[in-house]
């Protein structure tokens, strides 16, 4: 009687590991974040503010937050040095993630325009797909109050006609916006702003 239970137990235990063994493991997401310009090169610079370092800022919260083990996230950029676009491209194409996302800054001349902005590929391969990924961290990051949702449109930028995945350029506000401003420059602007990014890749 010992002897059958023991049999059966065994018998259990190999068809247990026989039915997880086929079961999937989540396959893991790879997204790449581009803190946009750096080194001399200092984009938008008003008010005290420098876009570079707003986008490295940004993108190091973003890395350090993700508390989600199926996802990686892999910065281009992680310190003030100067990368040409095909250097960034070149980065992205070699590791070939799930997606890109190139983070900016924006201004006008009018200081009332506002909002957050993703601007996508033209391309059918990776259009409609990236411009998916963008309206839900724009949708994400507008309904916390403190970001406009602007309309996501194509555009004819380097970095998204010649990157071989989704991508996209995120103009995460601003800077000639007072509101825009303070809370993309603030600490609890740019934790909020990385949480929605990453909330929205799960």
Avoid: W
């Avoid at 420098?50 to 892999?74: F, H, M, R």
């Avoid at 555009?155 to 509101?179: D, H, Q, R, W």
């Amino acid at each position: 009687m010992k002897t059958n239970k023991k049999i059966l137990g065994i018998i259990s235990a190999i068809f247990l590991f026989g039915l997880f063994a086929f079961i999937p493991l989540e396959e893991k997401k790879i997204i790449v974040i581009d803190a946009g310009h750096g080194g001399h090169d200092l984009g938008k610079d008003l008010y005290g503010f420098e876009e570079k370092s707003i986008t490295e800022s940004l993108a190091k919260k973003i890395k350090q937050l993700n508390s989600n083990a199926n996802v990686e996230i892999i910065l281009i950029r992680e310190g003030d040095t100067s990368m040409e676009l095909k250097e960034r491209v070149a980065i992205i194409n070699n590791i070939k993630p799930d997606l890109a996302i190139s983070l900016h800054v924006n201004s006008n001349l009018n200081m009332k325009a506002n909002g957050v902005q993703a601007f996508i590929p033209s391309n059918e391969t990776f259009r409609d797909k990236s411009k998916a990924i963008a309206e839900i961290i724009t949708d994400k990051l507008a309904a916390t109050g403190n970001l406009q949702k602007r309309n996501t449109t194509e555009a004819p930028f380097y970095i998204l006609k010649n990157s071989n995945c989704p991508v996209m350029t995120l103009e995460i506000g601003f800077l000639s916006n007072e509101n825009d401003r303070n809370y993309i420059t603030s600490e609890k602007g740019q934790n909020e702003i990385a949480d929605k990014i990453l909330e929205s890749l799960n």
